[in-house]
């Protein structure tokens, strides 16, 4: 299992948590394979339907078989019970659309990386005063760069990331990075709904890849 802070460095390193969901599990499949090959490090699965649960235990067996220090997190959670069913599958970390005080305090107690969405400062000074560290903004395109900017510095010892709306361009990224963030949740601009009912799991790699390139340069600036 690993360590909050193993997590929190693979994510910061890549500077991204690509996200998506497939009611599929070949396809779901399939697009692990793609972003692994785009050299993702960490990715988050969504539990948006209900064969996600049994997507999510197909994906942590091929990872285990063939694709070696990769992570895989568990998104969408709202409650207890289905953070430790996840865990028990083998979900490296969790993130949450809310806050939700019970998944913190199983996580902090366990050492598992949890990223509760957060969408005020009351959100935010919950998060952060039940143990936890990297905040999820949520929805970033609501939320906005300001926002960010705003708060970064009543917050000086968490971590954040905006989620929801974060564009694959140079501009918003670097806007972004520059207004304090660590890495940028990147879902249906970067794995789309087009790309994979069309099953183009090459364009997937690529603009992944861009992408991955594109915030390694930023972060290089900063």
């Not at 989620?163 to 990147?186: R, S």
Request: glycine share 8%; aromatic share 10%.
């Amino acid at each position: 299992m690993m360590t909050t802070q193993q997590v929190t460095n693979s994510i910061k390193q890549q500077g991204m948590l690509p996200l998506y969901f497939n009611a599929d599990e070949k396809i779901s499949i399939d697009v692990l394979k793609a972003i692994y090959k785009a050299e993702i490090k960490a990715v988050e699965y969504t539990n948006r339907g209900e064969s996600a649960f049994n997507n999510f235990k197909a994906m942590i067996k091929l990872r285990n078989a063939e694709m070696p220090g990769l992570l895989i997190g568990i998104g969408t959670i709202k409650n207890l019970v289905q953070a430790k069913e996840y865990i028990q599958a083998g979900a490296d970390f969790l993130v949450s659309p809310g806050f939700v005080h019970e998944i913190a305090e199983y996580s902090v107690t366990n050492d598992i990386f949890y990223s509760p969405g957060c969408m005020t400062p009351s959100d935010i000074i919950a998060a952060e005063n039940a143990g936890i560290k990297f905040i999820k903004l949520f929805p970033g395109n609501i939320l906005g760069i300001e926002f960010m900017t705003t708060i970064k510095d009543v917050f000086p010892n968490l971590l954040f990331m905006p989620t929801g709306g974060v564009d694959t361009t140079k501009e918003n990224i670097e806007a972004w990075f520059k207004a304090g963030v660590c890495a940028v949740g990147m879902g249906s601009k970067l794995i789309s709904k087009v790309l994979m009912e069309q099953k183009d799991y090459q364009t997937i790699e690529v603009v992944t890849s861009s992408v991955l390139s594109l915030i390694q340069s930023i972060k290089n600036k900063e």
